[in-house]
């Protein structure tokens, strides 16, 4: 290797710099970075990607779609955010995946996805997503790309170390990043109690092997750290999870100077067969909560939220030998396992080295009973008996670390703006690449599971200076993907990202590209207010609320001309796509609607609800280029004032007069005449 002792030099001025203020720098090399093979991502038009890439949105509450190698952005899939694009949160339909026990939150913070796994491998099936703020872990269906579940954490302030997954998505996991007073203590207290009154919380949430479908299965109660983030044991460590944690100084106020006062955290190693053999024994306790479960109903195209009152909480005083903290320097934050299971590797922030424990290590430990001491009453294993050994210098704040299956690990460098490639083995770094700046995660396409496929690696950056056409005070955050097929990391692409993604994981196409939902079948459509046929649309009135039953089929909606509508009606448009062809939807907006459009696939139904505020004429359209005849998808709806003469009355196709009645219900003309 050739040295350029300048810019090491030059290097070091700059990185003592950065480690004092822990603001990431831009990296000396900046220019260079300009060179890369970019035919590597090229991706022929009418080509497909190698892998889809499921990235996290940070606090566009959203998840995203992308294609790897060529970074083409696919699909943003709206999960804890209302999206106007499609619907979700606005329509009547999804607006209960919302709903929380603090009512309805159309907003989360988004970090992490976990992929279904089967076998340590990934399955295809679903993809978790955390809810950072409002503690929420979601499952997305990789067959529709939809949010099919949301469900709530109980006992937690901050879901962070969350939704890590078991090698057979047995568990996804929620660890709180803030600790608090349990709910159903009172949590009205001084804050400078926090050491007496907060407590931190784990829940293990069960997945169902065959729908998915998630429950807390039991919480553990644990002392009031911050948790940051987990991974599963797997192979020979499956049965165990690891979560780095922060401020074992239980802090309160002014935690980035109080945070990171002692020379060691820890990482807390969790015996989940244990803790299940305990709850099976009867060992946790019930207690009351509230927390909301949300499920996405694929017949009737309608979500349903349910408020759950109970958990089963285990106490780690009523446990021996459940779990451990291992010490770890210096507050650290992704704790990774490597594919065989063996190698912990903690990122500690402020740490100058990358301690690397060994599970094998770490079983000897606790049969040696190599303890040093006990922490809150949580045994400590002693530091040297669990260490594989540290990564020397390895840069400057360290983050997160994925792995090649080549016996090789790549973690970011947060503060140095650099990604290090090291051997698990000798914990010899091998090589070091420039990201441009300031990365955060970084993902290799199967790197947390048993078989990463070691091709490709994509870095997630948070800082794009210079780097983009400007856009205003706002820059656009970024991914880099790098080539880590040979010795060398070679960055071959650089390409915007929506959000601030933090985690993201990538699976080969061919596990879902074929097996992906085109159209809902109209037939199996059992929606309350499902039309499936023309002669089927009908507007019915009760009490002040207006229900219309429409379709959409190009390029009409039926029924298009509605009067009879009075001032103050609730008026609810449920809109059947009766197209069966894939890639055919339609949208519906009326004006002065207070919410979105509705987009609607071939075979479903949505509603949107839409206030008569005024009388007048209120035109409604079809929002989705669907047809040559697409700008004629359109029709009118009539407001009267409350108490005027005019009949409820709907029509497609016809301009008979109205015909006045008293009828509440209308005598459609139909739209066949
Ligand atoms: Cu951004 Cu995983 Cu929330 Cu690190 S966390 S970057
Ligand atoms: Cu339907 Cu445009």
């Given amino acids: ?83 106007p694009e499609s619907g979700y949160g606005f329509s009547e339909e999804t607006k209960p995946m919302l709903n929380t026990s603090h009512g309805f939150v159309p907003w989360d913070d988004q970090h992490h996805i976990a992929l279904s796994q089967t076998k340590g491998e990934h399955d295809g099936r679903w993809a978790f997503a955390n809810g950072n703020n409002t503690p929420r872990i979601a499952r997305i269906d990789l067959s529709t790309f939809r949010t099919s579940e949301i469900l709530e954490i109980p006992n937690s302030a901050g879901n962070h170390a969350s939704p890590f997954i078991t090698e057979n998505s047995e568990y996804v996991v929620a660890a709180t990043r803030f600790s608090i007073p349990f709910d159903d203590q009172n949590g009205d207290v001084p804050i400078n109690t926090y050491k007496q009154n907060f407590k931190g919380s784990i829940s293990f949430v069960s997945v169902n092997p065959t729908s998915g479908e998630m429950n807390i299965a039991f919480q553990i109660r644990t002392p009031g750290v911050n948790f940051d983030l987990s991974r599963a044991g797997k192979g020979k460590s499956h049965g165990w999870f690891f979560f780095s944690c922060y401020n074992s100084e239980k802090a309160n106020t002014l935690l980035e100077v109080n945070a990171s006062a002692k020379d060691k955290d820890f990482v807390l190693a969790v015996n989940w067969k244990k803790a299940e053999e305990y709850v099976k024994a009867g060992k946790a306790k019930k207690q009351a909560v509230k927390y909301a479960h949300n499920i996405y109903n694929e017949k009737t195209h309608t979500a349903s939220s349910t408020i759950q009152t109970e ?9 021996p030998e459940m779990m451990y903290m291992i010490p770890c320097p210096k507050s ?7 594919p065989t299971g063996e190698y912990i590797v903690a990122s500690g922030k402020l740490a100058a080295s990358i301690p690397v424990f060994s599970f094998t290590k770490l079983q000897k430990a606790i049969a040696d009973r190599a303890f040093d001491g006990v922490y809150d009453g949580i045994t400590v294993i002693k530091y040297e008996a669990a260490l594989h050994g540290e990564v020397v210098k390895p840069g400057l704040g360290p983050l997160h670390t994925e792995f090649d299956g080549k016996g090789n690990a790549y973690t970011s460098m947060f503060v140095s703006s650099e990604i290090v490639k090291w051997r698990l083995s000798d914990l010899e770094v091998l090589d070091r690449v420039d990201t441009y700046y300031a990365i955060g995660h970084l993902s290799v396409p199967g790197g947390p599971t048993a078989k990463p496929h070691g091709k490709y690696m994509i870095a997630y950056n948070k800082m794009t200076k210079d780097r983009y056409l400007p856009t205003g005070p706002e820059l656009t955050q970024s991914a880099q993907l790098y080539d880590i097929s040979g010795e060398k990391m070679k960055l071959i692409l650089d390409f915007p990202t929506t959000g601030e993604p933090h985690y993201a994981e990538a699976l080969p196409a061919a596990l879902i590209q074929d097996k992906q939902m085109k159209i809902y079948k109209i037939e199996e459509n059992t929606h309350a207010y499902v039309s499936k046929g ?58 002065g609607a207070n919410n979105a459009e ?76």
Wanted: net charge negative; with cysteine; hydrophobic share 35%.
């Fill in 598 to 673: 509705i987009l609607i696939m071939p075979g479903e139904t949505q509603t949107l609800k839409w206030v008569a505020d005024r009388t007048g004429i209120f035109p409604f359209y079809c929002t989705d280029f669907c047809s040559a005849l697409h700008q004629e998808m359109s029709g009118y709806l009539r407001v009267s004032p409350v108490g005027s003469d005019v009949a409820l009355h709907f029509s497609t196709g016809t301009n008979k007069p109205v015909v006045s009645t008293n009828s509440e219900t209308a005598s459609g003309s139909g739209s066949k005449n």
């Fill in 311 to 319: 958990v089963v909480v285990l106490d780690p005083a009523d446990c």
């Fill in 332 to 338: 650290p934050h992704g704790t990774d396992v490597d």
């Fill in 1 to 83: 290797m050739k040295f350029n002792y300048f810019n090491i030099y030059v290097g070091l001025i700059l990185t003592s710099a950065c480690l004092v203020s822990m603001q990431s720098c831009k990296p000396k090399t900046a220019q260079a970075a300009t060179r890369g093979d970019a035919s590597k991502s090229f991706v022929a038009p009418g080509k497909y990607d190698e892998f889809y890439n499921i990235v996290s949105g940070g606090f566009n509450g959203q998840v995203a779609v992308y294609g790897i190698p060529s970074g083409r952005l696919f699909r943003i899939i709206p999960v804890f955010s209302q999206s």
């Fill in 534 to 591: 023309e002669g089927q649309a009908k507007v019915e009135r009760n009490g002040n609320q207006v229900h219309v039953w429409m379709t959409a089929i190009r390029s009409h909606l039926t029924p298009d001309n509605i009067e009879g509508v009075k001032l103050g009606d609730e008026v609810y448009f449920h809109v059947t796509n009766l197209e069966q062809d894939w890639d055919v939807p339609h949208g519906f907006a009326i004006k």
